[in-house]
């Protein structure tokens, strides 16, 4: 049997429709928003979670029933309906189009899934089942939240100062995964968690010296301040 083919899509500037205007159509928008995606939502009525994004100039509302040509220019498709002559109607345009399509809740019309996602600033963690149980995939990514918390954005963002560092004093790949390796068994998230920054940036240095790499922990901290955090978005589908 084969497999689903994770990736991930930059669909930043990119036409991307919506078919639906209920809860459903509501979230997949929610998780599409951060993307930077250009979304179009199209159905004859509009919950008030639509409406109020529509309103902040998040998305662009389309009052009408879906026809043939609405898909045009979208680079992906998503349709929250239920009606299976509706579906077989978007599907076979989405076709037609060569888009990627997805239809909520019925796998057999998709020719791509959406798992329930955990979002740490720039870490991702994706979690799917291949359609066999979403909600038990939203389960498991609530239970991944324990041992990922918020603070993971700014551990990720410390291990990417620490990273410019190393390569800017050309360490090779292993002892750049050697370092990684330490950084990720030592205490640097814990104190992350408990707000000790400054403490997360001494060991930081204290591993970057044991590799010849001289920086002090303020300036690390000052490195890693340079940057808002990027927004906490979760999302389940």
Do not use: W
Request: with cysteine; glycine share 6%; net charge negative.
């Amino acid at each position: 049997m084969s497999q689903y083919y994770p990736i991930m899509l930059d669909l930043r500037g990119r036409e991307v429709v919506v078919i639906g205007g209920n809860r459903m159509a509501a979230e997949k928008v929610a998780g599409l928003i951060s993307s930077g995606a250009c979304i179009t939502v199209i159905h004859t009525t509009f919950c008030a979670a639509l409406r109020e994004r529509a309103e902040r100039g998040e998305i662009t509302l389309r009052h009408k029933a879906y026809a043939h040509g609405d898909l045009a220019g979208a680079f992906v498709v998503f349709a929250a309906v239920t009606d299976p002559e509706l579906i077989a109607a978007i599907e076979s345009e989405a076709q037609e189009r060569g888009q990627l399509l997805n239809i909520v809740d019925v796998p057999a019309h998709c020719n791509f899934i959406v798992p329930s996602i955990l979002r740490r600033g720039q870490l991702t963690i994706a979690v799917s089942t291949a359609g066999a149980s979403p909600s038990l995939a939203k389960r498991i990514r609530q239970r991944l939240e324990d041992i990922f918390p918020s603070t993971y954005d700014q551990y990720i963002r410390l291990a990417a100062v620490a990273r410019a560092h190393t390569r800017q004093h050309g360490l090779t790949y292993d002892q750049r995964d050697q370092f990684f390796g330490d950084f990720f068994a030592s205490d640097i998230s814990l104190l992350l968690e408990e707000g000790d920054q400054h403490g997360a940036a001494s060991i930081t240095a204290k591993l970057l010296a044991q590799h010849g790499v001289e920086v002090s922990a303020e300036q690390i901290l000052q490195e890693l301040h340079q940057e808002s955090p990027a927004p906490q978005v979760l999302t389940t589908a």
